[in-house]
C-alpha cells in the first residue's frame, strides 16, 4: 500500500516553495517533485495551481493568526513593548532568512492580487485578521495612555502593518534590514503618546 499523502504537509511544502520562488515561477511540476506527490494526489487534493496557492495562502494566514493570538497573549510586556517585540521578532526573523523571501500574504498580493481576484480576496482576509490581532493590543495601549489617541486602533495597526510590509520591497533588493530598522524607529517614535 503506497503513502497517504496529508493535504497540510503539501501545504507547508508549497508554502516555502512559493515564498522563496513566486507564483509565475512555480509549476505544478516542481510542486509535484518538492512535495513528492504524483499529479494525480496533487489533483485529488487541488483543483488547479491557482486554487493551490489560495489554499496555502489561507493556512498561512490562519496559522499565522493563531502565532500571533499566542505571541500577544503571553506577552508580560505593556502593549506597546509587546508590539515592538513583534516587529523586532519579525525583523530579526527576515535576517536570519537573508532577506529572501518576506510573507507570502504580501508575496502574492504583489505579484498577483491585481489580476487575481480570488487571491487579492483571500491574501486581504488573512491581512485583515492579523490587523484586527494588532488594533486589541494598540487599544489596551491606547487605554494605558502608551500610544497617540489620535488615530483609532484599526488605523494605527494599518499604518504599522502597511508600512511594515511596505519595507519587504527595499529589504529584498538591498539584501539587508537597514529600512525595516529605519521604519521600526521612526513608527514607534511617532505612535507613541
Known amino acids: 500500500m503506497g503513502y497517504k499523502h496529508n493535504i497540510d504537509e503539501i501545504l507547508d511544502i508549497g508554502y516555502d516553495v512559493l515564498r522563496k520562488n513566486g507564483y509565475h515561477n512555480v509549476g505544478v511540476n516542481q510542486i509535484l517533485k ?3 506527490i504524483p499529479k494525480g494526489s496533487f489533483y485529488n487534493f487541488f ?4 486554487d493551490f496557492a489560495v489554499k496555502v495562502v489561507k493556512r498561512y494566514g490562519e496559522t499565522n493568526t493563531e502565532w500571533m493570538k499566542a505571541f500577544f497573549d503571553n506577552s508580560e510586556l505593556s502593549p506597546i513593548e509587546s508590539l515592538q517585540s513583534f516587529y523586532k521578532f519579525m525583523i530579526d526573523t527576515n535576517e536570519t532568512d537573508d532577506y529572501l523571501s518576506g510573507c507570502i500574504v504580501n508575496n502574492m498580493s504583489i505579484e498577483v492580487g491585481r489580476i487575481n481576484n480570488i487571491m487579492a480576496s483571500k491574501a486581504n482576509e488573512q491581512f485583515i485578521s492579523w490587523l484586527n490581532i494588532l488594533a486589541q493590543v494598540i ?6 495612555k502608551e500610544i497617540t489617541t489620535k488615530f483609532n486602533a484599526l488605523e494605527i ?3 504599522l502593518h502597511a508600512g511594515f510590509y511596505g519595507t519587504f520591497s527595499r529589504m529584498k533588493v538591498t539584501r539587508n534590514r537597514t529600512y525595516m ?3 521600526y524607529n521612526m513608527s514607534f517614535e511617532f505612535i507613541k503618546n
Not at 47 to 50: A, I, L, N, R, V
Open 34 to 36: 518538492e512535495a513528492g
Open 47 to 50: 483543483e488547479s495551481k491557482e
Open 139 to 144: 487599544s489596551k495601549g491606547q487605554n494605558l
Open 157 to 159: 495597526a494599518e499604518y
Open 181 to 183: 530598522d529605519i521604519w
